[in-house]
């Protein structure tokens, strides 16, 4: 199968290396402390381009992550996951010897949300001398291959998107009841339309999908199975191999990623500001 490469566009301000054919480009010259619009501009058209920046050696305090997020737009609060003392709008996500994590299934962020979010910033605080890389997956691409009877099929369809399969499990009765009235289950199309580019892209993924609407729950279960796979095509992927300091900054609205679980009990601290999105349409 072959992919068409994407190319490099100019940039005034920062170098733009992409990592392959078709996804991920790691961004230089730039220090995230020091930002302006020119830059941010640059910076988003380059995320446009490639779903996926990645940054090196970026020596950022926790107030200087939240002040680039928002210079991208609007940050969220997560509303089951921890998040730094002082600064809510940092995810913390943490494994140890004694508490392993690693979010090792293909995935989009939060589509349980009404609004999902547009996109994460997420840095490398504490990271291992090996293992845990992060995988992302290009989901435009990924619809675009699909045989044209299978697009056809999905083309104005849509899923239901749960919080329960990866938050509810270990909630009590009561405390499930109160998150499923705060956040009740979602439609989205399983085509989803960029609000920028105009791109279409596969919008379902393992963890928060449930179900695709108007399907007996076996014609769900094979249509869905189907087309999660598609993020674990290669040819749609690229790879990250984090040192502390690095950032990764995806678009949520057209990728999925996976973080490899192989960095065993070694320590590993990664924190996350995520912009609001809008209602996929």
């Known amino acids: 199968m072959r992919v068409d490469a994407v190319k490099p566009g100019d940039y005034n301000r920062i170098r733009v290396e992409p990592l392959t054919g078709s996804i991920g480009a790691e961004i230089a010259n730039v220090d995230l402390r020091e930002l302006d619009d020119e830059l941010i501009a640059e910076l988003q058209e380059a995320w446009l381009a490639h779903k996926v920046l990645f940054f090196r050696d970026q020596q950022l305090t926790q107030a200087q992550h939240v002040a680039y997020g928002r210079a991208l737009g609007e940050l969220e609060i997560h509303p089951f996951a921890p998040h730094v003392e002082g600064h809510p709008e940092i995810l913390v996500l943490e494994s140890t010897a004694e508490s392993f994590y690693a979010a090792e299934t293909w995935h989009s962020d939060v ?57 509810g499990r270990g909630m009590s009765d009561s405390k499930r009841a109160e998150a ?51 993020a674990a095509t290669p040819e749609y992927q690229c790879r990250f191999r984090w040192r502390p300091g690095s950032i990764a900054q995806w678009d949520n609205r057209c990728t999925q990623h996976y973080a490899v679980p192989d960095h065993g009990g070694m320590h590993r601290r990664m924190e996350r500001v995520t912009l609001i999105g809008d209602r996929p349409v």
């Open 111 to 167: 589509t349980f949300r009404e609004c999902p979010p547009l996109g994460s910033v997420l840095l490398g605080r504490i990271v291992p001398p090996y293992g845990g890389d992060t995988c992302f997956a290009n989901m435009e691409l990924a619809y675009e291959r699909l045989p044209d009877d299978l697009r056809e099929q999905i083309d104005g369809s849509f899923a239901i998107h749960s919080y329960v399969k990866a938050f």
């Open 180 to 230: 499923a009235e705060r956040f009740p289950d979602q439609k989205h199309p399983v085509v989803r339309t960029h609000p920028v580019t105009g791109r279409r892209s596969l919008y379902i993924n393992r963890i928060f999908t449930l179900t695709i609407d108007g399907m007996t729950p076996d014609e769900s279960r094979s249509l869905r199975q189907r087309l999660y796979d598609e």
